[in-house]
Every structure is written in structure tokens, then in C-alpha cells.
């Protein structure tokens, strides 16, 4: 038995002894009518016993849901549509309140825009880094012809150099000599067939023309005749100092040729380096077009925020604003709750090592008189509260229906058993705010007596006070028990 039981029974005792002894003060004197036997009645009788039983102490606490959300605005706007009230059933994904996001749809619009030129932008630098590739390629292609031909122009002047160093040689000399007589062949040659023609001119059995071509061909030959000669007298006197030296020149011109070919080569494959810079310019463009992608899709993500949403399946407990209002960024606009509902007690830290998760308790809801709920344990905050030494116990409660938040609920906790003096709930009655019994005393009669009561326990309750072990009460049917009459045990 706990000290509050104790205490209870010391203070119910004594009103109990009082009553009964202001009634023992208050029996009138003893009628002739009363020596007469009393009246005889059968019931059903208890003898008391201590019985060892587990105790249950209640501890209070308030319903409340399993999830609760105060919904807001992420931006400013004027409100343009509340869909629900309080107490409406709401699904997770629901519109609830729509804010004006006009502007939030200009930003998507311009954020589009972005990132479509960022798109040209790529194609742009791909097609100039392609062309570049392109003309970068047939510079060097062309550098190095020009390399090529000048490596030959130079092999040419060598050549030259090397033979007008070395003089004219003995083939050479009897090569002039042969053209020279073909040379002369050739004009005597010229000179029969023109004498020849001149008189079958002049005896009209050629045209005049016919003369023309011969005479033609007779100079011809008299300018092959001396240009043989010329080549003959070179061939024997050999190169002169200025064909050597201008044979030097024409190699020193081939040599600086070819270094003029080499470095346009090397600009050449300079400019190449062009296409690196373009393929920069590519990998800038790309980046530019993923920062326009993303900051159109904030903008996408900012224009969502002009609705606000429901969070889960639930209820709506509170609404706080109106069309037309302004809302701001933080300020509450809804109050929602969903899931389960359960019972949040404070429980004292002597009762804890008795509960743990999952731990089931029978739960009362003033609401709801007369109607146990199931509770289990589905969090102990583990930190407790240092002035009242007592803990938050959260208990998960069975669905039932007439549950609300804010509700003032018990859950009842057991204890460990101790012997309790325990009649049946039906043993006992209230009657102006006192609770009664038969008790039958030693000749079986009937007496009202008064006694103080403490939990229950199923079907029956705890007597902290007004009965003891031994005495017998009147249970089951007493309609037709009063006071005096005696009983007689069925």
C-alpha cells in the first residue's frame, strides 16, 4: 500500500468512525415495535480477505498527434487562395494556400531564356573551335609544302653553284661543237630552200607567201647558228666570276627560303594552339549552360513556393489567414496535424525502470467516460525534468473514435502487489459524494457504512478505508436490502 493510500484510509477512517457514532447518538429509543424480529432477506455475501494484487497509479497527460506542422510561406506574396478550414481532412501532396506568383513566373520565364542563348552559345564556340581545327590543319599542310619546295629550290642552287664552281667540262665543250654544226646544216639548209622558192615565185608557181615562210625560217636558222656558236665559245671559256656569284646568291635566296618556310611551319603549329583556346571557350560555354540550368530550375523550385502543400495525411486545427492577406516568409499561415494519436504523461522517475518500449497500459480520456483505450509505449524522452524529477512517457493509443488533441487523458501504470482489500465495483454505490456498502455485523444484520475507495482493479475496487479483513458486505442484487434487516447468506 503506498503512503497516499495510507494517508487516504487515516483521513477516511475517522469521518467513517464519526458518522457511525453520530448514528449510534441519533437511534431514537427502543419502540415495542422494534423488539420484534427483523425481517429476513437473502442475498449474496463477501466475506473481506486481504488479497496480494498489483497496484495501478495513474499519471496524467494531454492527447496529442503523432505529427503536427505549422505551415508558412518560403515568400512574400499576397494571398490569393485558402482551400480548406479547420477540421478538414487533408491529403499529403494538397494545394492549401496559393500566394500571387507572378513574379516568381517571370523569373522562370527570364531563367529559360538564359539558359537557351547559353545553349547557342555552345553550338557557337563548337563550330568556331571546328573551323579553327580546320584552318589550323591546312596552314601547317601548306607550311610544309612550302618547306618542301623550298628544300628543293635550294637543292636546285646548290646544284647550279656547284657546277658553274666546277667550270665546263670536255662533254660539254663537244656537245657545243655538235650544235654548232647542226646549226649550220640547218642554215644551209635554209638558205637552198629560200633560193629555191624565190624562183618559183618569181616564175608564179608559188604564192608569195610560200617566200615568207622560207625567208622565216632562214632567219631562224641564222639565230640558231649563232646562238650555237655563243654556247660553244662559253663551253670553252667556262663560268665567269659573276655567273659563280650569282649562282652563291641564288643559293644564300634558296637558303633564306627555306628558314622562311620553317618558320611559317612553327607559326603555323603556333596558331594550332588557337583550337585549345577554343575548346576553353567550349568547356566555358558548357559551364555557363549548367549555371543557367540550375538557376533555372531554383527559379522552377521558388515559382513552387507560391503553393503551399500539404505535408502528410491529416487535418487541418488551425487556419490563420484569409485571402487578401500578406504573407511573409516565417509567419504561420495553417496548423496541421496527422498520424496516430497517443497520450503524452508525465510519468516519476520511482515508476521508470518499470516502463519501456512497447510496454501497454490501459488509458481513460475524461472526454470519454466510461471508455478504456489500449496505450503502448513508443517513446520515453530520455532526458527528465530536474525540478519535478519526472519524465515525458509518449504512449501510442488504439484508434477510437470521439479522440481529440488537447484532450486530458490518465494511463494507468502498474505497480508491484501488495496486499489490498478488494470488493466487487457492484459491492458499492455513490450517493451525495459518499460511497456506501451493506456490512453485516455479527447477528447478520444489514448496516449502511460508509467507505473510502481507491483504484480499480478490472471489476473491482480497492477500500483504503471503512472495511477490514473479516467483515462481510452484501454483494450482487441488493434491491431488496436495507438497512436493518437481516441477511441471510444464498
Known amino acids: 500500500m503506498t503512503n497516499v493510500s495510507r494517508k487516504w484510509k487515516l483521513g477516511m477512517v475517522v ?38 494484487a498489483a497496484g495501478r497509479y495513474p499519471v496524467s497527460g494531454t492527447i496529442k498527434s503523432v505529427l503536427n506542422a505549422t505551415l508558412s510561406s518560403k515568400v512574400m506574396g499576397r494571398v490569393v487562395e485558402v482551400a480548406v478550414r479547420e477540421g478538414d481532412e487533408i491529403r499529403q501532396g494538397q494545394s492549401l494556400v496559393r500566394i500571387d506568383s507572378r513574379e516568381l513566373a517571370s523569373a522562370v520565364e527570364m531563367a529559360d531564356a538564359s539558359y537557351r542563348a547559353s545553349v547557342v552559345g555552345v553550338g557557337s564556340a563548337r563550330t ?20 618542301a619546295q623550298a628544300r628543293a629550290a635550294l637543292a636546285g642552287a646548290e646544284a647550279r653553284r656547284d657546277l658553274a664552281r666546277a667550270g665546263s667540262r670536255t662533254q660539254e665543250v663537244a656537245q657545243a661543237q655538235i650544235s654548232v654544226a647542226q646549226a649550220d646544216s640547218s642554215l644551209k639548209l635554209a638558205k637552198l630552200e629560200l633560193d629555191r622558192t624565190a624562183r618559183l615565185v618569181q616564175e608564179g608557181a608559188l604564192a608569195r607567201r610560200e617566200l615568207d615562210l622560207a625567208q622565216n625560217r632562214y632567219e631562224l636558222a641564222e639565230g640558231n647558228l649563232a646562238a650555237a656558236k655563243q654556247a660553244e665559245s662559253t663551253a670553252r671559256e667556262g663560268s665567269r666570276v659573276q655567273e659563280i656569284r650569282a649562282a652563291e646568291q641564288a643559293v644564300e635566296q634558296a637558303t633564306a627560303s ?11 603549329r603556333a596558331a594550332s594552339m588557337q583550337v585549345d583556346v577554343r575548346r576553353k571557350d567550349i568547356e566555358l560555354a558548357n559551364a555557363q549552360t549548367q549555371q543557367s540550368a540550375a538557376a533555372a530550375r531554383a527559379a522552377r523550385v521558388g515559382l513552387s513556393y507560391g503553393v503551399v502543400a500539404s505535408p502528410f495525411n491529416g487535418r487541418v486545427v488551425g487556419r490563420l489567414v484569409d485571402p ?37 497500459a490501459s488509458v481513460e480520456i475524461d472526454a470519454l467516460p466510461g471508455r478504456t483505450i489500449s496505450g503502448t509505449v513508443s517513446e520515453i524522452v530520455p532526458q527528465g525534468d530536474p525540478a519535478s524529477h519526472s ?26 502487489a501488495t496486499n489490498r482489500v478488494l470488493i466487487p465495483k457492484s459491492a458499492t454505490w455513490l450517493r451525495e459524494g459518499l460511497n456506501y456498502v451493506f456490512a453485516l455485523n455479527k447477528e447478520g444484520i444489514a448496516r449502511l457504512r460508509i467507505v473510502t475507495l481507491g483504484g480499480a482493479f478490472d471489476d473491482q475496487v480497492e477500500v483504503l478505508s471503512g472495511l477490514g ?10 434491491s431488496k436490502i436495507e438497512d436493518g434487516v437481516k441477511v441471510e447468506a444464498n
Open 324 to 360: 487578401g492577406s500578406m504573407a511573409s516568409p516565417g509567419v504561420p499561415l495553417l496548423l496541421v496535424e496527422g498520424g496516430v494519436y497517443r497520450l503524452e504523461a508525465v510519468v516519476p522517475e520511482r515508476l521508470l525502470a518499470g516502463l519501456s518500449k512497447g510496454t501497454t
Open 128 to 147: 568556331a573551335a571546328a573551323m579553327e581545327s580546320k584552318s589550323s590543319t591546312a596552314r601547317i599542310v601548306q607550311a610544309e609544302s612550302q618547306v
Open 391 to 416: 519524465f515525458l512517457v509518449k504512449y501510442s493509443l488504439s484508434p477510437a473514435p470521439g479522440i481529440r488533441s488537447g484532450m486530458f487523458g490518465r494511463a494507468f501504470l502498474r505497480t508491484a
Open 469 to 478: 479483513n473479516g467483515d462481510r458486505i452484501v454483494v450482487g442484487d441488493r
Open 15 to 52: 469521518p467513517a468512525a464519526v458518522a457511525m457514532g453520530m448514528a449510534g447518538c441519533t437511534r431514537s429509543e427502543p419502540s415495542p415495535r422494534q423488539e420484534e424480529p427483523p425481517k429476513v432477506v437473502g442475498a449474496q455475501v463477501l466475506e473481506i480477505g486481504n488479497r496480494s
Open 258 to 268: 627555306l628558314r622562311q618556310a620553317r618558320a611559317g611551319v612553327l607559326q603555323a
